[in-house]
């Protein structure tokens, strides 16, 4: 029997810049499996022993040694992780001499406040984002598109949703989003409600069979769902972008990330990584 | 006139694993200021030759040179972007020829698919979940309830909605929430639909002063923001939880990332990162 390879995510907070380096460079590694242990909040060095211990186990019974992704700023906490029996790779042990001499600075060893920040008007307007991308989902008043940064405009289940939801999360962006009702698809026009707000929009397509098959889902051999009813609401949604000169992109084949990126990147709107 | 230092994040897909990357270190740099420039989707040869024009126009004028953070696959590509003027940092240079070794295996060059996955079941299931969040927003049946991996619990503005959003769309979990009522709070009880999922339950509480300053922005003046109001629903939902042994904790200095991961570690669910 192979036993999978054990990967540690350890971190002084949430672990999460620990995981998702890891993650990045294990796609790498195709068709091996990983099992994959996070440790959070190893801020002190009794938490670090204790997380030494854990890689120790798993090493013991395993001639694979396990992989350690570390994000641990402090250089004690750092030195008892690495004398455990995994494979030691931190983030910081690498980067953070070459950018203090790139800068002529001393880095500051804080704990890192990349997922944290509870308290710093960023964070707020990020809650405030994330509230008004939910008060607004498929609900509409011109006062709330006024406020909006984006608005997501396409036919039902093109990812609107999930996507506006996404740029209030991670961007902090006031992501609007209008769902094309079938008057406004029978005859390719806008409401009258988008017009003063053209600037901000942003369409979103699919491919027929990602939304008949994403739609069966929902409500299964409805005319909804149906292809002739999804390559109908497709085709004249385009026209309608066309026609109004909105920017569209084909959300078939992409995630919730790469609809945002393209979609920031078009719009020039800020990014904000939390 | 001190000019901000340039920073580059540089990325073959979404640029997001490269700003992760340079922002974690780029705290660690205290009350320093750095203009930061994303540059995704750099998968061509032409492309990388243009990131690397911009990179170089900066570095013309400026005698500080630009930091480059990079998570790029590409071999060539690579190669293109390390002949700029900045300090090039990429992720893959570094820790994939440690890991090569240790896994005794290649490395796939594939481009990163970390913030991709548009097909896999696992992406569907995470905008599923994302979807139920959004229809469980303060909106209660049992059947939603039964469906849940976790069930927030809170007065008002205590952080359930944007954290229930969060594990949906970074985890992949089916968070749903439950807002503690008037009624719930004076008598200290759990409503009936929730005793059957009583183990999927975790509350937050947050602190007066931070409760009061969240919710006066909501409602200014109101009874609903007042200091004592507060004061009195925190203790009531702090009673409630200690009736019922429900776990919780106090949201007050935290973000949304810590409040997850600490909830997602104290109930034992799986943690993915998208």
Redesign the interface.
Known sequence: MTRQ?TVFFVSD?????A???G????????G?EFEKI?V??VNTPERARQAVLRINAIAEQDPK?P?VFS?T?NDDIRGILRESHG?F?D??D???P??EK??S?S????V????????TER?RSR?EA??FS?AH?DGLTPQSYARSDVILVAPSRCGK??TC??MA?QHGLFAANYPLTDEDLEQARLPDVLLPFQARLYGLTSSEQRLHRVRSERRPGSRYASLEQCAYELRQAEALYRRYNIPFLNS???????IA?VVM?DKNLR?Q??
């Open positions: 390879h907070r949430t672990g999460l810049t995981e998702t380096l993650n990045t460079l294990l796609t790498q590694f195709d091996m996070t959070p909040f040694r992989l994000t700023v494979l790779l983030l910081f690498h980067y953070i070459a950018i790139e800068l600075r880095s500051t060893h804080t890192g406040r990349v997922h944290g920040m509870a308290d964070y809650i994330i509230h939910m989902d949703t999930p939801l996404y999360l078939a084949d992409k995630s919730v990330e790469e990126v990147q990014r990584t939390f």
